[in-house]
């Protein structure tokens, strides 16, 4: 099936189940704008994250990944009182970016912005009291994705889910001689994760305005 229907679809679904939302749009706008790349998830992926924290009551939330805050907007208003969620992201233009969308959303007072790479500020967080986390986002920087799993790990408690994005990268990963740093570390990342015996996972095949992709579903072990 085309492209074009996947896309067609998701357009479908984000008329039928989504309230116009001038935050979010204003958002996606300031980001094309100033350059971002056009990476964010998409309406109906957001919501996913939105309904699935909400579900699981998350009060503490981490976000890897921040781009220019489109996701971290979703899951901001997930939040129960008194919540929180920390973002990390290293390029300091997409930080600006994402500042100003935080700010514009009245969200700013519940969203810790931490701008440096994820593998520096992660081994802060374990020991600054952010976490445990109650649900993990990671879409980030793909070659770093097996660095980073043993420190979600570590930032979680029993119970904790954790979605990783872009596990599938358009079925690039079934190549293991791939020269594609971001599918290696994927591949890398999925075949550790499948031996982890701290968690337990599945994955899941995506389509549609992102393309073909997956994303992984993982929940810290008692």
């Avoid at 300031?30 to 350059?35: K, L, N, Q, R």
Wanted: charged content about 20%; aromatic content about 8%.
């Amino acid at each position: 099936m085309p492209a074009e229907t996947w896309n067609a679809v998701d357009r479908y679904l984000a008329d039928l189940f989504h309230e116009p939302d001038p935050i979010l749009d204003a958002a996606l706008v300031a980001s094309v704008e100033a350059g971002l790349p056009e990476i964010a998830v998409s309406a109906c992926q957001g919501k996913f994250l939105q309904l699935l924290a909400r579900s699981l009551g998350a009060r503490r939330i981490l976000e890897l990944g921040t781009l220019g805050g489109y996701s971290t907007i979703w899951l901001a208003r997930a939040l129960p009182k008194g919540g929180r969620i920390v973002t990390l992201e290293a390029d300091v233009k997409h930080a600006a970016v994402a500042a100003a969308n935080f700010s514009r959303s009245g969200l700013s007072d519940v969203i810790d912005l931490r701008v440096a790479p994820a593998i520096v500020t992660l081994p802060l967080l374990a020991v600054d009291g952010s976490g445990p986390f109650d649900f993990i986002f990671l879409d980030a920087d793909k070659p770093g994705y097996p660095d980073y799993l043993p420190w979600l790990i570590r930032l979680s408690r029993p119970g904790t889910v954790i979605i990783a994005d872009n596990i599938v990268r358009d079925a690039a990963v079934l190549d293991p001689a791939a020269d594609d740093v971001k599918s290696q570390g994927i591949r890398r990342f999925n075949e550790l994760l499948a031996a982890e015996p701290r968690v337990t996972a599945t994955a899941l095949q995506t389509v549609g305005a992102k393309g073909y992709d997956g994303f992984a579903f993982i929940v810290v072990n008692e």
